[in-house]
């Protein structure tokens, strides 16, 4: 029986981008199918009393810098020459994350994660703007206008909020976040974890 395996993210994290970029490669070798699951990293941190790493880092010599280097060496091993950091960070992602929640609703949320991920993550789009947020969308083939009025709506925000919920129930407290048939990994190194996870 196929393990169920599950990828909690937010456009906000540059390593829910670099695991994007990896997860179809696990997908080919061990035949799995990861489920992405839209939630708020905001909600989570305040849910936990979590920060961004560039906060938590601020003041320690050398750890900001030292994971910045591990970013780099994870995209160059992958071959992910187009990451490139986003000028505008931090960019508030609720609109683009109940985007997501819509796009999954509408049955498109990989085309969405095709289109939003390279947007936040190599062409440093400043995507909590709605008008940039439109034209990314348009651009890439996906009602803008559309997905900004559904965001708007009463069952998109709360299933966001209930994901978000249900993540920090489970035990997450950053992004990206994995399960395995229910067991948690958190963070794009321990994906070759995972990999073992789905293949044991």
Avoid: C
Wanted: aromatic residues 10%; charged residues 25%; proline residues 4%.
């Amino acid at each position: 029986m196929s393990k169920k395996v599950e990828f909690l993210f937010d456009f906000g994290s540059p390593n829910a981008y670099l695991s994007w970029k990896v997860v179809p490669e696990i997908e080919k070798r061990t035949g799995a199918t990861f489920t992405y699951v839209p939630v708020l990293l905001g909600g989570i941190f305040k849910a936990t009393g979590n920060v961004s790493p560039v906060i938590a880092n601020q003041g320690i010599k050398n750890k900001g810098e030292y994971q910045f280097l591990e970013s780099e060496r994870f995209a160059k091993k992958h071959g992910l020459t187009k990451f490139r950091f986003n000028s505008h960070f931090p960019v508030n992602t609720l609109q683009i994350m109940r985007g997501a929640i819509a796009a999954e609703m509408d049955g498109m949320l990989p085309k969405y994660l095709d289109v939003v991920m390279p947007a936040m993550w190599e062409a440093s789009q400043k995507m909590d703007d709605p008008d940039v947020i439109k034209s990314v969308l348009d651009q890439g083939g996906i009602d803008g206008a559309r997905i900004l009025a559904r965001i708007q709506e009463a069952d998109v925000k709360a299933k966001l909020v209930a994901n978000t919920e249900d993540a920090v129930n489970r035990g997450a407290f950053g992004i990206p976040t994995f399960f395995v048939d229910g067991d948690i990994y958190f963070g794009k190194d321990r994906l070759r974890d995972v990999e073992e996870a789905i293949a044991a």
